[in-house]
């Protein structure tokens, strides 16, 4: 059984369009959009992934763990450089909205917010590198496409500029070296039929987690707006 690992992940990106297109087109992106919230939800946005990308950061410690050979080390040790500068300039984003690091190691995680880091921490622990790799490349293009929105919003109706939102900006696009990085270390797990509807399953979880992800970012921003008028 001979599957092309890129031909696999781009038929999967193709069917998960749908699930980006409701995501950038739900109720948190266009809320800010159309300008009918404050920061709160900002804020909020900005306090969980201060949560999810630390726990980011344990979870690649773990899948640099798991590698298999130098290409495997290689694709995770530029993630972890990579979600050590997310946190950089996620800590400059907070700075121009009020939120001092202090703030932000104060915060409290919201449950649900924080499931997709939690579940990837499940994929650390039980899943191998081309597993991950895969439910890696399927969830980011929800959460790239809900940044790159959320970006331009921040600059339209909020006063924002572009150092402001770099966070947003600057980890909105996979590169085509990281992408076959990627597809090298999926097409080891490619293997038959079983192996197969493995992957695809490890896939839609990832990409569903980030959906749940979003909504929430919606229901807390709108708990907090309604507390914060009583």
Do not use: C
């Not at 059984?1 to 980006?20: D, R, T």
């Not at 880091?117 to 590198?129: I, V």
């Amino acid at each position: 059984m001979k599957i092309n690992a890129k031909e696999f992940v781009q038929s999967l990106l193709k069917e998960n369009e749908k699930y980006v297109t409701d995501l950038i087109n739900g109720n948190f992106v266009k809320g800010y959009e159309n300008k009918k919230f404050d920061l709160t939800g900002i804020r909020l946005f900005i306090e969980s992934h201060y949560h999810l990308v630390n726990i980011d950061i344990g979870n690649l410690a773990t899948y640099l763990a798991k590698a298999r050979d130098y290409l495997e080390i290689e694709f995770f040790l530029l993630m972890v450089n990579a979600e050590k500068l997310m946190l950089d300039t996620l800590i400059i984003l907070g700075k121009r909205i009020g939120l001092t690091l202090e703030d932000l190691e104060a915060s409290k995680p919201v449950p649900i917010i924080i499931s997709r880091s939690n579940y990837f921490s499940r994929l650390a622990l039980y899943s191998t590198p081309g597993e991950i790799a895969l439910a890696i490349l399927l969830n980011f293009p929800l959460w790239a496409g809900g940044a790159r929105k959320l970006s331009k919003a921040l600059k339209k109706n909020y006063g924002l500029n572009n150092k402001d939102t770099d966070f947003l900006d600057r980890f909105s696009k996979a590169t085509e070296g990281f992408n076959n990085m990627a597809y090298t270390i999926i097409q080891k797990e490619l293997t038959d039929k079983t192996q197969l509807s493995k992957m695809k399953e490890i896939g839609r979880l990832a990409v569903e987690y980030e959906t749940i992800v979003w909504k929430e970012y919606y229901n807390e921003t709108m708990r907090r707006i309604k507390k914060n008028k009583n």
